[in-house]
């Protein structure tokens, strides 16, 4: 698609250093009456946004710099492979096809020119009358970004990838090393920040460890690896209630993850974590713990939180800009005094919600409704057959809210294909251990011992 694209010189053709060029709606013999809105991010919040626009009197255009909608929540499924990339992720072109009013281009956004309402790819410009930024999140190292290169975080396909090539490629070198100290630094994974996805993973990685890979290895006991998942402060999974989280730190400690509260990490360097100024030697670290919202906040020139996430006001849209949108993980919204949360379903109600306001605009009426937030509830799991759920006063363990978390983790994935292929290769694992994406693909694990 991207080569129909006219290369047209803007009016206001300079941006900076850089000539821009506009992208034209991708049928530019026929004339635009329409309003253009632009989504940026083809997430849980644009996806939603884009579904929500289907039927309305509106050009889209969909941008998002990868082909493909990512399923975070499996993401962990993938990095410890029990899941391959394409079960999770499904192409946004795909999605979007029937809805004729849609376009989709795959690139990079760069910034947005508020004043001539014009979205940068580049050196392309797309220009829009609403626009709605749905760009999601991105690891934050807490101002040590120099760690990033030894503790991967867990945000992208290629991430899980490479941490799934990490995990394994450890156990490939510590059944060739012969040094007991270096081979159990090979053996001993720790993950970093005690939220959902640090549990998730610590709990898969465990099983990986202590029933996957057991009677493979001649020179090692792939049992006696040590996966330690640590939290800065005196709890893990803050956003549950304490009882619940009580209930999943022991299923943790069954499944024989050692859990270390009250241990905010120092240091990240190749021979493991520095924790209250000791070195704690491991050659896979993960890193589970902060977030900071898309740069969105910058392009906008708007008011954003310490996260970085854009002050949003009742309606979703920027302070000062009726017709922009920023939702989701970029935006911060609050509610009842408190900013909403970095989930899923924040994001989609939101796309739902801006996707109703353009449509009431458009069709020239007053959208006074301010945007409300509907809780259905937090959910993760541990390991098989444990799971924890938290939906208001509802709170329950066990293996009933592990099948709970099965079912609504299906429901959601988007595509027929994906959800059938998820269902089976649960089933086959759940009952036999045996993970089918043991794939070793990234090239850098080659690390030195
Ligand atoms: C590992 C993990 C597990 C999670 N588990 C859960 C869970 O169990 N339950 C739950 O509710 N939430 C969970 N979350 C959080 C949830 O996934 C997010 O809250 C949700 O994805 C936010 O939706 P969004 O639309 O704001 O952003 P996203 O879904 O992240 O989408 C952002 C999109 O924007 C695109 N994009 C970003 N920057 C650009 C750019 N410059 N140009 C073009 N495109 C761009 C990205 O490619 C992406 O497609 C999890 C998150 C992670 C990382």
Same mark, same amino acid.
């Given at each position: ?21 506009? $992208? ?5 013999? $026929? ?8 989504? %940026? ?13 289907? !039927? ?30 394409? !079960? ?14 849609? +376009?989709?281009l795959m690139d990079e956004v760069t910034g947005v020119d508020v004043q001539e309402q014009r979205v940068f790819m580049?050196?392309?410009? %797309?220009?829009?009358? @609403? ?9 934050? @190292? ?14 992208? /396909?290629?991430? =899980?990838? +490479? ?22 630094a090979l053996l001993t994974f720790v993950l970093v920040g005690a939220g959902p996805t640090g549990v998730e993973m610590?709990?898969? /990685? ?17 049992a006696d690896a040590r996966i330690i998942l640590v939290e800065a402060v005196p709890r893990i999974l803050l956003a ?27 240091? $990240?360097?190749? +021979?493991?974590?520095?924790? *209250? ?14 977030? =900071? =919202? ?6 906008? *020139?708007? +008011? ?7 002050? %949003?006001?009742? !309606? ?36 739902? @919600? ?20 509907? !809780?259905?509830?937090?959910? =993760?799991? /541990? ?6 759920? #938290?939906? *208001? ?28 292929? $998820? ?5 086959? @694992? ?9 794939? /070793?693909? #990234? ?7």
């Amino acid at each position: 698609m991207m080569k129909d694209i006219p290369d047209k010189e803007t009016n206001a053709a300079d941006v900076g250093q850089v000539t821009l060029k506009s $992208v034209e709606p991708a049928h530019p013999a $026929v004339p635009t009456v329409q309003p253009r809105v632009v989504i %940026v991010g083809a997430g849980f919040g644009g996806l939603r946004a884009a579904t929500g626009l289907r !039927d309305v009197p509106v050009d889209v255009t969909v941008i998002d710099r990868n082909n493909h909608h990512l399923f975070q929540p499996l993401l962990y499924q993938v990095a410890t492979a029990s899941l391959s990339p394409a !079960d999770i992720c499904a192409p946004i072109r795909h999605v979007l096809k029937k809805q004729k009013n849609t +376009e989709v281009l795959m690139d990079e956004v760069t910034g947005v020119d508020v004043q001539e309402q014009r979205v940068f790819m580049g050196d392309q410009a %797309v220009p829009y009358d @609403y626009l709605i930024l749905a760009t999601g999140a991105r690891d934050s @190292y807490f101002g040590h970004n120099d760690w990033a290169k030894f503790a991967p975080g867990l945000k992208s /396909i290629r991430q =899980a990838t +490479e941490i799934r090539s990490r995990i394994l490629w450890a156990f490939e070198q510590a059944e060739k090393e012969t040094d007991e100290e270096k081979r159990q630094a090979l053996l001993t994974f720790v993950l970093v920040g005690a939220g959902p996805t640090g549990v998730e993973m610590a709990g898969s /990685i465990a099983g990986l460890a202590h029933k996957t890979l057991t009677n493979e290895f001649h020179h090692i006991n792939p049992a006696d690896a040590r996966i330690i998942l640590v939290e800065a402060v005196p709890r893990i999974l803050l956003a549950f209630p304490e009882r619940l989280a009580n209930k999943a730190k022991n299923a943790l400690n069954q499944l024989g993850v050692e859990v270390r509260t009250n241990s905010p990490v120092e240091d $990240v360097n190749d +021979e493991g974590v520095v924790i *209250g100024g000791k070195l704690l030697p491991a050659k896979t670290v993960i890193w589970t713990a902060g977030v =900071a =919202a898309s740069p969105a906040g910058t392009w906008l *020139g708007a +008011e954003t939180d310490r996260g970085g996430r854009v002050k %949003v006001s009742s !309606d979703v849209s920027v302070p000062g800009h009726p017709t922009i949108f920023v939702l989701g993980d970029t935006a911060q919204f609050m509610q009842d005094g408190k900013p909403l949360p970095g989930v899923a379903q924040v994001a989609m109600q939101q796309g739902s @919600y801006v996707a109703r306001v353009i449509a009431d605009r458009v069709a020239g009426k007053e959208h006074n409704a301010a945007f409300r937030y509907f !809780d259905k509830g937090n959910m =993760a799991t /541990i390991g098989r057959f444990h799971g924890i759920v #938290s939906i *208001g006063k509802l709170q329950f363990a066990g293996i009933l809210a592990w099948f709970a978390w099965l079912v609504l983790h299906l429901m959601f994935l988007i595509g027929f294909r994906n959800r059938l292929v $998820v269902m089976f290769l649960w089933v086959w @694992y759940y009952t036999t251990f045996q993970r089918g994406a043991r794939l /070793i693909t #990234s090239e850098d694990t080659s690390r030195s011992v």
